[in-house]
């Protein structure tokens, strides 16, 4: 009896303990992104020359790589860009271009309430962009690889092409048989497959930009536009800084957002449907 005793109490002693770790439990692994190409479906009007094409191509390169953060902990994530000072891309002639990747902002996800806090912002007004949590269908593979130290098991979804980029396309059409202005080509949307590779050695649900629900962190995604690699993975450093939710900007869901953001584009059309491009000299 007593030995059956001791056996209870030293199972209730090693529970508190693995739960106390998995409280305080938390990481931060930094990605390198790269986009695969330079196209983009936005439309726009421009007096095109070789040296806009420079500036432009200047510009490209630099938005086209970046390094990103994720701060976590067993419920929680924040993904983030790391800040640098660069300066803004300016030609020879004095030509300035600032291209801005749609989705930068910081991204937050508790799966404990189930909700998901994204920055938005449309022409430097800032949104909070609020819903529940988004859950991905993944598709579990046998595939594995090694990923630096960690071996990782590939999975897949499938995302469905959008009513909105059904219409946009349509749009693209209309004008491209008009003979109207289009600065850039767009392909017809297709059903997109994202492919990640995640670790079980690193038991938390999150990972890069808005993807997450794996049994394991992700260190590897692609959606087929962008690819998001890590580089480092920090476990339970001495680190005490808590992770932020996002507070600034007027709150509203994604339909709201994709409205209000609809809304402020096609304010800024021709009467030949395309977008309006200035450049500025100094």
Known sequence: MKNL??????TIILTTVNLTVAQNFKGKAIYQSKIK?????????????????KALQKEWEKVSQKTY????NKT????????????????????????????????????????????????????LITDELTNWDWKLKEETKKIGDYLCYKAEIVI???????????????????QKTNL??????????????????????HGPDKYSGLPGLILELNDGEVTFLCSKVVLNSEDKEKIKVPKEGKVLTQKEFDKEEKKKMDSMKDKDGNIIFRTFTN
């Open 37 to 53: 190409s330079e196209e983009t479906v936005v439309e726009i009007k421009s007096e095109k020359d070789a040296e806009f094409d």
């Open 76 to 127: 929680e994530s924040l993904f983030e860009e790391e800040q640098k000072l660069e300066p803004v891309g300016q030609s020879d002639s004095g030509m300035t271009i600032s291209i801005t990747i749609s989705g930068d902002g910081k991204k937050y996800m508790n799966r404990k309430v189930q909700k998901q806090i994204f920055e938005g912002e449309i022409f430097e007004k800032k949104y």
């Open 5 to 10: 005793f001791k056996v209870i109490y030293l």
């Open 184 to 205: 850039f080509e767009m392909d017809e949307p297709k059903n997109n497959i994202v492919i990640a590779w995640y670790t079980l050695e690193i038991p938390v649900n």
């Open 160 to 178: 469905q092409v959008t009513a909105a980029q059904k219409e946009e396309y349509q749009d693209y059409l209309k004008n491209k048989f008009k």
């Open 69 to 72: 953060s994720l701060s976590f």
